[in-house]
């Protein structure tokens, strides 16, 4: 048997998917991508809903370029999901987390478990789009009414590749009915909601096998079969949390992309009253390990600009964002009056000026505002999970897609006070090909997959810049705002 072995990451993220195949030997770890399609939603009459059919067949033509595979795993955003009734068949396109049907749903949730004891009991953080409240908001809906069967975005793909259903853990702890004690659903909690959780199929780990593709799709793409599908950590934040490159050091993460998702990895969950206050998220990671982070908005926030400007060189506006005085104008990054598309330098020029800063107007002072508030975002969240959970970082790992974004990465390091290691920029899928490999028997431990990572990646890194009295007073002045 060859001692390198190949593997398939599908890895769908809110904008775009792709494929990856990675090689993984010994002492080696190689990643490609072999086809990148458009991740669109779709505004119809009912509201925003996903092009799932749209991904799935980029899904096919991925594994179709792929060539010969060990295995093939599938990670994505988190939270949403498709229905199916009794014969399998799809029950329409999913609902996209950022349509407006859950408004107003959570305090009909916390009239009958109040916000206190729904975080006492699941750890998670308060987001409107919570799969908890999506359900909610779905309650008695021809759709919810007529579903057998409820599969969360990658174990809905998992089931057209394999016709095996399955509920991955790391992505199922984020539907906010999961016990993060347990690991397992919090059947309490859901009955008082009326929750039927035997829509949810049976639970997988990261590693556990998810069934063989199907005689059809090997016809599609050409592939040899067998050829197996493997559970990995199907939510993305939990695949790129896998593939931090820490060496042992006490570490904090910042996974960034859309969302920027920033905390510690734990062994058990925080689940005090101040940690709900702070809303940070107890989400469950590989081999009994907890991903406490708080999620920030994110280059969202620069995405949407970049749309509303019609896509300018992004390497020029950061060289002239730069040269911006800094902290001049900063926004709540986490404040989910950004979550909606459109209008977004109107909306952070508004935001400005109602807390009394000035607004930023050129493209390059509006870029500094988003990015001098994302790296404040992060200080506070990495300032907070180590004060919340008592454990200490003496350095912060970036990854994901703004580890490219040195000026990010560098007023990050300033923000923190830490160094920052930034890279690898594609996390998610090298975590998502280490856990195929692992339970292949090609890598060991989590600590063995990070080893390899740290030799094999290239990684950047940044010393903080001053002291960080001037980010307090920012964050001061935010907050005072």
């Known amino acids: 048997m060859s001692a390198v072995r190949s593997y398939a990451a599908v890895d769908l993220g809110a904008s775009s998917g792709r494929v990856m195949v990675g090689r ?3 002492d080696s770890l190689e990643l490609a991508e072999v086809h990148r399609f458009p991740n669109r939603p779709v505004r119809v009459p009912e509201g925003l809903r996903w092009d799932v059919l749209g ?20 990670d994505s955003w988190a939270v949403d999901y498709g ?11 999913p609902v996209h987390y950022r349509d407006g049907r859950t408004d107003g749903i959570a305090e009909r949730v916390w009239a009958k478990v109040p916000a206190e004891e729904l975080y006492a009991t699941t750890g998670l953080q308060y987001a409107p789009f919570n799969t908890l409240y999506q359900l909610t908001a779905a309650r008695d809906s021809a759709q919810l009414e007529r579903a057998a069967r409820l599969l969360l975005i990658p174990d809905l793909l998992t089931y057209w590749l394999t016709g095996e259903q399955g509920t991955e853990l790391t992505n199922a702890s984020t539907t906010q009915l999961v016990d993060p004690r347990t690991r397992d659903w919090a059947h309490g909690l859901a009955e008082r909601l009326g929750i039927d959780l035997s829509l949810f199929a049976p639970l997988r780990r990261p ?3 998810a069934g063989v593709l199907r005689p ?15 559970a990995v ?14 060496g042992g050091e006490r570490f904090a993460y910042i996974c960034t992309g859309t969302w920027s998702l920033a905390g510690l990895e734990l062994e058990a969950p925080v689940l005090t009253e101040e940690s709900r206050a702070a809303n940070f998220t107890n989400e469950l990671g590989l081999d009994g390990t907890v991903r406490y982070l708080r999620n920030i908005m994110g280059l969202w926030l620069l995405q949407e600009c970049l749309r509303a400007w019609g896509q300018p060189d992004l390497g020029a506006l950061l060289l002239d964002a730069g040269k911006v005085p800094a902290l001049r104008s900063v926004v709540d990054a986490g404040d989910t009056a950004f979550l909606a598309p459109g209008r977004m330098p109107e909306r952070i020029a508004e935001a400005c000026r109602a807390s ?12 500094r505002c988003i990015l001098d508030s994302l790296a404040l975002a992060h200080r506070k969240a990495v300032t907070d999970a180590q004060r919340l959970a008592g454990q200490p970082a003496d350095v912060v790992h ?3 897609g703004g580890s490219r974004n040195a000026l990010l990465c560098q007023l990050t390091s300033d923000a923190c006070g830490l160094p920052v290691v930034s890279g690898p920029t594609e996390a998610a899928a090298l975590g998502n090909v280490l856990v195929q490999a692992r339970a292949h028997g090609l890598v060991g431990d989590l600590a063995g997959m990070r080893r390899l990572l740290t030799r094999t990646q290239l990684l950047t890194r940044y010393e903080p810049r001053g002291g960080t009295q001037r980010w307090q007073a920012a964050q001061a002045r935010l907050a005072r705002g």
Not at 55 to 61: K, R, T
Not at 233 to 246: C, I, L
Not at 356 to 367: C, D, K, L
């Open 216 to 230: 059809e799709v090997l016809e599609e793409t050409g592939l040899a079969g067998p050829v197996p599908v493997t």
């Open 55 to 74: 991904l799935y067949a980029g899904v096919l033509d991925g594994l179709k370029g792929a060539g010969a595979v060990d295995s093939v795993g599938i």
């Open 233 to 246: 950590g199907s939510h993305d934040t939990a695949s790129a949390v896998a593939a931090v490159p820490a």
């Open 24 to 26: 993984v030997g010994p």
């Open 356 to 367: 009394g800063q000035p607004a930023p107007a050129t493209p390059a002072e509006i870029t």
């Open 398 to 400: 970036i990854v994901g």
């Open 83 to 93: 229905l199916l009734d009794a014969d399998g068949a799809l029950l329409g396109n």
């Open 207 to 209: 590693g556990d096998a």
